[in-house]
């Protein structure tokens, strides 16, 4: 392949831009390499193969920079530098090229992983989602405030995707009708295992504008129709863990889920004509949370409009096909549509939401025990997206084992009571060849070196490490490998933030969204504390630490936003200290997206997981710190609990109130009490309102400090118990801190830490998925 890639780079420079190899720019170079990686897989992604195929609906694909994780799972990439080598280029050029953000975080993230892993396990699923124009914001700071811009993640082209003009189809709602259009991305496996395929719809108006408004010079209404229907492919909302309930959110979640539900009702006729029946047999829909579960009452529709049936031959074959994942328990981001606006934007589906709501009582009324009010989809003028997902699935998964438990004991335990087998976990994963192969080379290789290539496809090959836990050698190299993504991580910091971390500095890393419950604002007073007792003699020995934090807030979620300015402020106090000047740096990043996170995580000796227990469904950063090498110095929630499960309690830092503490003292919490009993803990929290700190007149960091210790206006103290956990966790950063010291001992214990990663590839949950849940089987090579 390399060979034949090499030429058609060339001859599609000479022959569509004219120019060659050496004189060609940034963008040409972007479409020439695209392209002809692109012609090198066509013809097997023309031919997907017949069998039973799983689609993941999802608003979210949060893909990453795509050049190079393509080509190194086409194993072209060396092929690429060498050619690029020899003229005098470097392929380094493509980190200009921006990201594909068409998401917000670990949900949209985890669709991508999945993506890679189903490809490379020759699993057929697509993907199908919305091809946003702008993605998520940019960030930029402005005296310590967060600020957003518009992220046209399309700057150079987008030679990936190939639009499918034929393909349209037409979406309809109550007041609007517009076209979708299927743009398509290979999904390349690795050493082209399979090629499936994302396809995300654009939307685009139905008349491309009104003429005889045009002449008559009302430009606006003559463009009104064309604005219309494009915004609803425009931007992805920027909201992680939150919902507004806002029209054009409904809009964008209806709009791509009738398009790919047309587009597979049309694959399906062509087959079986209007003979449902066979539908389960042939796609299983896997619903990324509620986002896309208007496809429930939708494929009722399309059965019982074109195929005529009854509901009760159809919503059967609905359950068969669907199946949903949750992953959050946060009340806030549990979907509910006003009935009122639900109607007035579908109007053709709301009918079948009611006939769903009565089938559910009707199966309630047979069971004598159940009480249909804790059910009701649509209660009190509103509908309950998650009960509808449950009652229109035939299995409902959470994303870490204690997730799925707290799913089946807290937040839904009368659904659990009425479909027990339906509940079922599926620990989420990462994909090994972005997330160490690609971003981590050097320790790659070493790996490879050690224990042959098999992890990349399966990665509980890294078990085959833990006998060189022992090994003095292995442990040098492994730990000079350490060494040198912190060096490469300090030169890019300074280039890009011009700040100076010394990679004789241990790495302290936070990066995820900005949220309370992941309470970043803990480890902002953490820190502190830090500060102030090694100001004041009372922290001895302390080795010198670099905190490092990335985070986007949702531009609308003010206290997020007063945390940033706040680690913002502390930044600045503690770099500018010339007493603490050799022993701790505080940086918070600008603009922390999936490519800072490839040269953040391998640099990291500490990987920062604090959430309040019982609040991260799962996390996913955590599993490629992991990987990567670094100790967890976390909370016992989420898959931090798989994770020390499989890496040792003893070479993690777990610390902090349990699910079941915090059950116990719940409606007894009383941070004031903390507060004023502890001088370290008032002493830190007080800078939020001593004037140590300034949050620009806005209040906000008043409002933090009264959050933490009265709540929010309703006046129930910090759901995410802060104070808490603050002591205990700074206890536990000082063990890590004195550990550290012992460089080989530290070491090992990072070693000990990739070699328990196997567990946590998402080619492992996907494989799950697929057997457990859709009946789908890998088509091995033919
Ligand atoms: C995230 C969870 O917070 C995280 O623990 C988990 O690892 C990840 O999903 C993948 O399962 N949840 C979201 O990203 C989420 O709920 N996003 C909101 C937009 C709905």
Known sequence: MAEGFQRDIQAYLELEANINLQDAGLRDLYQAVSKAAMKQIREKWENPGSGKRACYFSAEFLLGRMIYSNLLNMKVLDSLRELFADNGLNIAMFEEVEDAALGNGGLGRLAACFLDSAATQSIPMDGFGIRYRYGLFKQYFQNGFQREEADGWERFGDPWSVRREDEKVRVEFGDQSVYAVPYDMPVIGYDCAMINTLRLWQAEPVREFDFPS??????????????????????????????????????????????????????????????????PEVYAVQLNDTHPTVAIPELLRLFMERGELSYEEAFPIVRSTFAYTNHTIMAEALEKWDVGLFMS??????????????????????????????????????????????????????????????????????WYRLYPQRFNNKTNGITQRRWLALCNPELAALITRTIGEGWLTDLQDLEKLRPYGQDSELLRQYAAVKRQKKEQLSSYLQKKEGVCISPDFMFDIQVKRLHEYKRQLMNALS????????????????????????????????????????????????????????????????????????????????????????????????????????????????????????????????????????????????????????????????????????????????????????????????????????????????????????????????????????????????????????????????
Request: glycine letters at 8%; a negative charge.
């Open 527 to 782: 820190i502190l504390d830090l500060y102030f007792g090694v100001k004041d003699g009372r922290v001895q020995n302390f080795y010198p630490t670099a905190f490092l934090f990335g985070a986007k807030a949702a531009p609308g979620y003010v206290r997020a936003k007063g945390i940033i300015k706040f680690i913002q402020e502390i930044a600045l106090k503690i770099n500018a200290d010339p007493q603490v000047q050799d022993k701790m740096k505080v940086l918070f990043v600008t603009n922390y997206n999936v490519s800072y996170a490839e040269k953040l995580i391998p640099a990291a000796d500490v990987s920062e997981q604090i959430s309040a227990a019982g609040t991260e469904a799962s996390g996913t950063s955590n599993m490629k710190f992991m990987l990567n090498g670094a100790v967890t110095l976390g909370t016992y929630d989420g898959a931090n609990i798989e994770i020390v499960e499989q890496a040792g309690m003893e070479n993690n830092y777990i610390f902090g109130a349990r699910v079941e503490d915090l059950d116990r003292i719940k409606g007894q919490y009383d941070p004031r009490a903390i507060y004023e009993r502890e001088p370290r803990v008032k002493a830190v929290l007080d800078t939020l309102v001593d004037g140590t700190f300034s949050d620009g007149g806005s209040g906000v960091f008043r409002e933090l400090y009264e959050s933490i210790l009265y709540g929010a206006s309703w006046h129930t103290p910090d759901h995410y118990y802060i104070l808490l956990d603050l002591l205990p966790y700074c206890d536990a950063r000082m063990k890590v801190n004195a550990d550290y010291k012992d460089r080989e001992d530290f070491t090992r214990k990072c070693f000990y830490n990739t070699a328990g990663a196997g567990k946590f590839s998402s080619d492992r949950t996907i494989l799950q998925y697929a057997r457990e849940i859709w009946g789908v089987t890998p088509n091995l090579k033919s």
């Open 214 to 279: 045009f002449n008559e010079q009302r430009y606006e209404e003559a463009f009104r129709e064309r604005n219309e229907a494009e915004m609803l492919s425009d931007v992805l909302y920027p909201n992680d863990d939150t919902d507004r309930g806002k029209r054009l959110r409904l809009k964008q979640q209806y709009f791509f889920v009738s398009a790919s539900l047309q587009c597979l009702m049309a694959r399906y006729e062509a087959r079986y004509g209007r003979e449902y029946s066979h539908f």
């Open 345 to 414: 934007v579908l109007p053709q589906v709301y009918p079948y939401i009611v006939m769903l709501q009565n089938g559910l009582f009707r199966e309630l009324k047979s069971e004598a025990s159940m009480e249909t009010g804790r059910y009701a989809i649509i209660e009190n003028g509103r509908l309950h997206m998650a009960r509808m997902a449950i009652y229109g699935s035939h299995s409902v998964n959470g994303v870490a084992e204690l997730h799925t438990e707290i799913l089946k004991r807290t937040a839904l335990p009368e």
